[in-house]
């Protein structure tokens, strides 16, 4: 449960969440969250920055360059857009318990922005799965289904299972908010999804598929400000070394779930960011270091 909120405000002194790169030292005490009077103004903030539509970006010319790649990169493309197309679709569905496990109105509703940014996401890669890579299907969900084909089987197991049954969990109560958070902020989205859109930012450098790219691209400062406010929400719960412990581990073994279609390097340096971030928010495990 996410304790009652207390009148101090460190948001401005955390950190990049996406890099875990301190921007400025945090404060000493810790465990607080934005005062109630600030949460809706604050947040408003960021996502009203952040709007943009996912009906409106340009893939014609996706579309015409797609089949002129070469065949080695579009079988790499295609793993990577098929995973993204089944794991935001998945997310979108799975996030809903997540609000109620806050107990909390406020958590609750920006648990509930975040819902509506992973569907707005959900759409941009079914556009881009009908319209670029004309995978088989009439509807989005016979769309999914033709991208399992291609998804890789570490990140069908991620969004297909664990993360359902997670869900699962915090509805019926056997599972707290750090369970979930960890799983889906820190791992999910800090691990697997930033890994992914990394190896397609630097792919699309060229311009090959400006379209794509640009979806991909407000995508990934969307989930900048999911991570770091599942991190604030951490923070706030204090959660057990043994719940820690476990979303370590579960983050290093995420980090090979794209398989090869990753580079090398971009796992390297993903993997990692799970625990520095926890690092800098002062919640590693006693023992540990990064």
Known sequence: ??????????????????????????????????????????????????QWDAKGIDLATDARAWPELPEDRRSRLMTLLAGFCVAEDAVAEQLTPFGDAAKNSL???????????????ALIFDRIAEE???????????????AREYAPA???????????????DLA????????GVGLYHMVLEG???????????????????????????????DERWHIGFGLRCLIEIQPSAEVMEGVLQQAEAAAAAWGDVVPA????SIAPSCARRLAVADLLPAG???
């Open 1 to 50: 449960m996410v304790a009652p909120m207390a009148g101090h405000e460190v948001w401005r002194t955390v950190f990049d969440p996406a890099t875990g790169r301190v921007l400025t030292p945090p404060p000493a005490r810790k465990g607080h969250m934005i005062p109630s009077s600030h949460w809706p103004s604050f947040f408003s903030r960021i996502v009203a920055r952040l």
């Open 191 to 221: 691990i697997v999804l930033a890994a992914g859109q990394r190896a397609l930012l630097d792919d699309l450098e060229d311009g090959a598929l400006p379209g794509v790219r640009k979806g991909v691209e407000h995508v990934e400062l």
């Open 132 to 146: 670029v890579l004309r995978l088989d299907g009439d509807t989005a969900a016979e769309r999914r289904e033709a």
């Open 107 to 121: 958590v609750a509703w920006i648990m509930f922005l975040q819902r509506r940014d992973e569907q707005r996401h």
């Open 172 to 179: 019926a109560g056997r599972a707290g908010l750090a369970e």
């Open 288 to 290: 540990l270091a990064v």
């Open 265 to 268: 390097a971009i796992r390297e």
């Open 154 to 168: 570490g990140v069908l197991e991620l969004f297909e299972e664990r993360l359902p049954a997670l869900a699962g």
